[in-house]
């Protein structure tokens, strides 16, 4: 087979890679998530477990050591048949919690703290570079085999290029679809599916070739299983510390490693996929390990002496002239490996941007909380530079290693470094007591004793620690020798290390626990995560008070963006009973709030945000109280009384506002009868003092002429006047007669430019517009809209007080309406005039030379809601902000009663 | 004689202009301020004869400034007419609870403003001559 025809059936299938993910992000975008939702779909893509060293190398650790290879196989299918309540709990926790990877659960539970979140990540990384190294050296050994076998002598490539390629073109496909979103809850579909696909793939060809290598090499089972009997495999003896520690392990890793928490707990959609999951994995495990034996054993017995065994799902059917085949194989090592490097790299980037890039830029920029900019950008951005860097590394380490060592051996150091975070995982889910200083000793004991023992001796030919170490421990004492750790030699390396480091991880863990004593927020914590199956109502974490809802909305709108935080707090606000984006800011919210923001930036960082905001400390003394003295009792005592009081709560302040509603609009009726009067009297105080002066016989003509203009616009004025309020009062009573016709609302916005570019003219004033999102066609009365339009552009044009003043006018569709946001740059509107401005005479400046009576914005209210549409401040836009939405169409013009007039009632 | 000093402190243009004109035939010599906030700067800095005060001002009220200025030793007994456009009697009260000499409600008949000032300023010594 020529090496151009691989590499164009590899190109090939990238593409569809790439189509399959982007088909499944189209249908996930339009709600079509039935097929991407299904539990097969789940299980499939827990199949990145089994990575190019499981693909190749089993069958090559068969070869070397026997039926040990199976441990691999083992220890996940322990995990999933018999410890399937772990996994719920952890699947329960991680989706309650909000959680984003395996390092911000331990954050999380050990009472928020990035320190831990920190130690994790670190860890992590270093245990994942190796093995994405292996990824990159599998794939380009097998270009190689394929290279090297070409009867037309192509010359072999130069293999780090091939390694080069394959790390960019990851970390391109890993960018595309895996930063999509920055909320790390929400599932990267595209991704999931094209692993699925791989999945499928992988073990299509490795069933595949075991067919061949027993019906077609082979004369059939039976004939198998004597050729297995004769081979040197089944003289393996059975190491049982060897084999129930690797058992152990592997156990371990599927809990630990951070790219199986990724698809595990992070990517889960639905908990009782874990239901499925539980027998389909294991059965996928057990296919995969199906044939390994055979191909292992016809692999010894036809390649040739010195065959690199690690290659034999390739070499074996490309020596028998079944090139199909050997393609077939080589894909799935190829899906194999870039399947596992793509969630890995997916899960690292997210914890280094969670837990090292934004705390660190949080703390460098001290801003006020009224800071504009947008953090998603720049948390999207570090995630995506630390994939490049994720990749880089694996690709610098590929290179370092000289890529010479078997495969299994990289693997199974990842997998004791992984299973470092064991200890603290299991503890913190299952145990109290444990504190977040046993969580960070027992994870830097067992992670300094991994790397001295197991992963440093490793690195390179050599290995990072010098020959004079190994042989005589450190500073020359014996018992540090990294191989025999207290003078117990002649343990098997890799046991050794697990041993000690997991030894004295847990040790470390429990002690330091005992001693040390757990802040309130990590006993919080505690509960909330060893009871997660409780539903009551404890572990809230703040107190009522100290924040703005308003700087929280801002801050907000930089994390999750401006119109999902938006939505949140009205929706928040509407469960409260109020109208508007601003909730209260109870604890209840607050809790709520930060669950949300911890989706996107992990636990810590979301509750120093929010700490940042509310001041002071988060957990009330009443919270601990709570938390000491539970009984089962008691707690669904308190939570039914909590249920009732949260709804009298509710209730309550709905009434509140009715009432002050109430209270404010009488008070408002005085105020409309005086107000009116004096609108009234003022022109004609004018009127009436030119008149008298006018009926003096000596005046010069000039000045006859100059105070009968005056009259002239004064009565005017007047008539302005009665024409707003009898508009007003039209349009409270819905009787506003409609002409309703289609326009393009690009012209409309154009007009109402237009015509407010006579208020103040002389004044600087830049208008910000994306024009080609305002094409659309509208039905509704274009004069009414336009109207509106009009009165906010001038409102801006005259209070703005920036000194450069722009306007933005941002166009948004939303279905079957439109929403059009003002947005100036100005101070804004102070949050107790918010409720006011849409009253009637409601002049914030008291400036009657702005020429208005302070009927505009509430005309504009009456306009909106007669065309089915409302008109609201947005607080927190960094300057006074209006929203104006409308159905695109206007429905019949004579069905005002689709939203009662309650305010004309009660104005009235 | 020097010519009597009144101070307008009216924000609508035209009724300034109004009240400038028919004071300044009668022999007054009229300064106008728009503006509440400044208001007391520019009494204490050159005390007028009279002043003429609106009721709703930019800045600051009118019952505001005439709460200040009564507060003030020195000018305790400078003639205030106020001038309301709500007209209503609690406005009248309010202004003569904050000390106000007079008060007229607007619109007003041109004769009256001159009338109320005199009355407060000393009793129609100086009566408009014709020009």
Redesign the interface.
């Known amino acids: 087979m020529p090496f151009n025809n691989l590499v164009a059936v590899c190109l090939t299938y990238v593409i569809v890679l790439f189509s399959v993910a982007f088909v499944a992000e189209r249908r996930a975008q339009r709600r079509r998530l039935r097929f991407l939702r299904s539990p097969v779909i789940y299980t499939l893509s827990l199949s990145i477990y089994c990575t190019a060293w499981t693909f190749y190398g089993a069958v090559g650790y068969a070869a070397r050591s026997g039926l040990e290879f199976l441990t691999i196989y083992l220890g996940p299918t322990l995990v999933f048949v018999g410890w399937w309540w772990v996994l719920r709990k952890l699947v329960r926790i991680g989706r309650t919690h909000r959680v984003t990877s395996i390092a911000d659960l331990i954050s999380s539970r050990y009472g928020k703290s990035n320190t831990l979140g920190v130690i994790v990540t670190l860890m992590s990384v270093a245990a994942a570079t190796p093995y994405i190294a292996l990824q990159l050296q599998s794939v380009t050994l097998s270009f190689g085999v394929f290279a090297a076998g070409t009867p037309e002598g192509w010359a072999l490539p130069d293999q780090g290029a091939t390694a080069l390629w394959i790390a960019g073109g990851l970390a391109i496909f890993t960018i595309l679809f895996g930063t999509r979103n920055l909320d790390a809850n929400e599932r990267h579909h595209g991704v999931v599916t094209a692993i699925a696909l791989e999945a499928v793939v992988k073990l299509v060809a490795l069933v595949a070739v075991g067919v061949f290598v027993v019906w077609g090499l082979g004369g059939g089972p039976m004939d198998m299983l004597s050729r297995i009997d004769a081979s040197k495999i089944a003289e393996w003896d059975l190491n049982p510390g060897r084999f129930a520690g690797l058992t152990f392990v592997s156990a371990a890793a599927i809990l630990t490693l951070p790219r199986m928490f990724q698809v595990l707990v992070v990517e889960n959609v639905d908990e009782r996929h874990l239901a499925t999951a539980s027998w389909a994995f294991p059965a996928y495990l057990m296919l995969m390990s199906l044939f390994v034996v055979p191909i292992a054993v016809m692999g010894l017995e036809r390649m040739p002496e010195g065959a690199n065994p690690d290659l034999f799902v390739l070499t074996l059917p490309l020596s028998e002239g079944q090139g199909k085949l050997a393609l077939l194989a080589f894909l799935g090592g190829f899906s194999s490996a870039t399947s596992m490097v793509i969630v890995a790299a997916i899960a690292l980037a997210t914890m280094v941007s969670n837990h090292i890039v934004t705390p660190l830029w949080l703390a460098l920029r001290r801003e006020g909380p009224r800071a504009q900019g947008d953090v998603r950008g720049l948390v999207l951005a570090s995630r995506r530079v630390s994939i490049i860097a994720v990749l880089a590394m694996g690709y610098a380490y590929y290179r370092m290693s000289g890529g010479s060592e078997a495969l299994a051996a990289i693997g199974l150091i990842a997998f004791v470094g992984a299973a470092q975070v064991l200890p603290a995982l299991i503890g913190g889910i299952f145990w109290r007591g444990a504190t977040h200083v046993g969580a960070a000793a027992g994870l830097v004991i067992g992670f300094a004793l991994w790397a001295y023992t197991l992963f440093l001796p490793s690195v390179g030919d050599a290995g990072l620690i010098p020959q004079i170490v190994l042989d005589h421990g450190l500073f020359g004492f014996e018992w540090l020798r990294p191989h025999a750790l207290f003078g117990i030699a002649g343990l098997d390396p890799l046991l050794h290390a697990l041993f000690w480091s997991l030894l004295f991880n847990t040790l470390a863990f429990l002690v330091f626990s005992m001693l040390s004593f757990p802040g309130p927020m990590e006993r919080l914590q505690g509960v909330a995560f060893v009871n997660i199956y409780d539903q009551s109502p404890a572990a809230r974490s703040w107190v009522q008070g100290g924040a703005e809802a308003e700087d929280l909305l801002s801050m907000s709108q930089r994390i999750l963006g401006a119109e999902p935080a938006q939505h949140f707090f009205q929706a928040q606000a509407a469960g409260q009973g109020k109208a508007g984006f601003l909730p209260d800011t109870t604890p209840d919210f607050l809790a709520r709030l930060e669950r949300k923001l911890a989706g996107s930036v992990g636990a810590s960082t979301a509750h120093a945000m929010i700490a940042q905001l509310t001041g002071g400390t988060s957990v009330s003394m009443q919270d601990l109280i709570a938390v000491a003295g539970e009984t089962a009792e008691a707690k669904e005592y308190t939570a039914r009384l909590e249920a009732k009081s949260e709804e009298l709560a509710r209730v309550a302040r709905a009434l509140r506002e009715a009432n002050d509603k109430l209270q404010d609009l009488s008070v408002q009726k005085d105020s409309f009868l005086?107000q009116i009067?004096?609108e009234l009297?003022?022109p004609?105080?004018?009127?009436?003092?030119?008149s008298?002066?006018l009926m003096e016989p000596?005046l010069p003509d000039s000045m006859r002429a100059q105070y009968a203009e005056?009259i002239h616009?004064?009565a005017r004025r007047l008539t302005r006047l009665l024409d707003d309020l009898l508009d007003l009062s039209v349009l409270e009573n819905r009787r506003a007669q409609l002409n309703v016709s289609v326009a393009n609302l690009h012209d409309l916005i154009n007009r109402a430019v237009q015509s407010a570019s006579s208020t103040q003219p002389e004044r600087a004033f830049r208008i910000e517009r994306d024009f080609p999102t305002e094409h659309m066609p509208i039905f509704t009365d274009a004069d009414r809209l336009v109207q509106v339009m009009i009165n906010l552009i001038s409102n801006a044009r005259k209070y703005c007080d920036a000194e450069k003043a722009v306007l933005r006018i941002e166009v948004k569709r939303r279905g079957k309406r439109v929403q059009i946001d003002f947005i100036d740059n100005g101070a804004g509107i102070p949050k107790k005039s918010q409720k006011l401005i849409f009253e009637k005479f409601a002049r914030l400046?008291?400036?009657?030379?702005a020429g208005s009576a302070g009927l505009g914005l509430a005309i504009c209210r009456e306009i909106m809601t007669n065309l089915g549409g409302t008109i609201d401040y947005v607080p927190g836009q960094g300057g006074a902000a209006f929203r104006i939405s409308l159905p695109l169409r206007r429905r019949d013009q004579r069905a005002p009663s689709d939203q009662p007039p309650e305010s004309a009632a009660l104005s009235r | 004689m020097a010519q009597r000093q009144v101070l307008l402190i009216e924000?609508?243009?035209?009724?300034a202009?109004?009240?400038r004109?028919?004071l300044t035939r009668a022999g007054w010599t009229v300064s106008v301020l728009?503006d509440g906030a400044r208001a007391m700067a520019r009494i204490i800095g050159d005390p007028p004869d009279a002043i003429i005060l609106d009721l709703?001002?930019?800045?600051r009220s009118g019952l505001e400034i005439l709460a200040d200025m009564r507060a003030d030793a020195a000018l305790r007994d400078l003639p205030v007419l106020m001038l309301s456009?709500?007209?209503?009697g609690r406005d009248r009260d309010a202004a003569t609870r904050a000390g106000a000499t007079a008060f007229l409600?607007?619109?007003?008949?041109?004769g009256d403003v001159l009338d109320q000032l005199e009355a407060i300023t000393g009793g129609g010594a100086a009566r408009r001559e014709p020009?």
């Open positions: 005086s009067s004096h009297r003022t004609m105080t004018s009127i009436r003092a030119f008298e002066i000596d005056i616009e004064e400046t008291d400036q009657s030379r | 924000d609508e243009p035209h009724i202009e109004a009240i004109f028919i728009e709703m001002l930019p800045g456009a709500r007209g209503q409600a607007k619109p007003f008949a041109n020009a």
